[in-house]
C-alpha cells in the first residue's frame, strides 16, 4: 500500500519521527530517531500497521531494514512493535549474523524475546536473509537505487529507459538529489 515517504524531516519525538510531505506531516515510528537529521529532505521507507485499537507508520532508513522488519513480523508471535523493538537494541547486520548464527542467546538479549521466539525466529528465518544487513550486498548503491525508485514510481519512466541512464552515470558518491537531477537531464534530452 504504502511504499516510503519522500520529504523533509521536520520533528524528532520519543520514539519516532515527523516527515513533512508538501506540507502534511506524517508520524513514523523508526528504531532510531537520530538517523534521520532534522531539516533533510529523505527517503522514509514506511510500513502500514493496523487493527483494531490503532494505526500507524513504522519508518526505515533503508530497503534492507524495512525487508528485515517485514521478515521479522512474518514470524508467528512477533508483531510490529516487538519487531520495531528488536531493530531498536541492535543493528541490521548483528541481528542477520546472529539469527544465521542461530544464536538464540544474542536473540532472547532483545526486549520481549523468550527462549520460545527465539527459537521460532532462527527457524522460520535462517539462511533467508542473505541480502540484508550488508551480507553480499556491498557492491550496492543505496543512493543510485533510490533514484531510480523515485523515477520509476513517481514519474512512471519504463526500466529500460532507466537502465540506460543510470548505466552512463558513473560517478558512485553522488546523492539521491544529484542522481535525479542527472537522470532526468539525460532522459529529457532523449
Partial sequence: MYYYLHGRISQHLKDSIVV?????????????????????????????????????????????????????TSVQGIGPKTALGMLSNTSTGRLVQAIDDSDANYLRRLPNIGKKSASQIILDLRGKLQLI????????NENRDKAYEALKETYGFKDTELKRVFSEIKDTTLSVSDYLRIALQRLNNR
Fill in 20 to 72: 513533512d510531505v508538501n506540507g502534511v506531516g506524517y508520524d513514523a515510528l523508526v528504531s532510531h530517531p537520530d538517523d534521520f537529521p532534522i531539516g533533510e529532505i529523505l527517503f522514509v521507507y514506511v510500513c502500514y500497521v493496523h487493527n483494531d485499537k490503532e494505526e500507524y507508520f513504522v519508518g526505515f532508513k533503508t530497503r534492507e531494514e524495512k525487508e528485515l522488519y517485514l521478515k521479522l
Fill in 133 to 140: 544487513g550488508g551480507r553480499n550486498s556491498s557492491t550496492r
